[in-house]
């Protein structure tokens, strides 16, 4: 009776450690999926400032030389 208590116990922890593991992923997928998302709205600025710059120096006629 023993060996098949501890197999239900080991069992049972092994899920428990897998559980308390998936959540640790979720959490830092969460977190990643965060910091990808402002980088982009990061680039995005980026892109649009760099846009108007050269919508600017167009309208102007200057060139970069």
Do not use: K, N
């Amino acid at each position: 009776m023993f060996w098949p208590m501890l197999a239900v116990a080991l069992g049972f922890l092994g899920i428990a450690v897998l559980g308390v593991l998936g959540i640790s992923v979720f959490v830092e997928a969460r977190r990643l999926g965060d910091e990808v998302a402002r980088t982009a709205a990061r680039i995005d600025r980026a892109a649009q400032d760099l846009e108007r710059a050269a919508t600017d120096l167009a309208h102007t006629g200057e060139s970069l030389r």
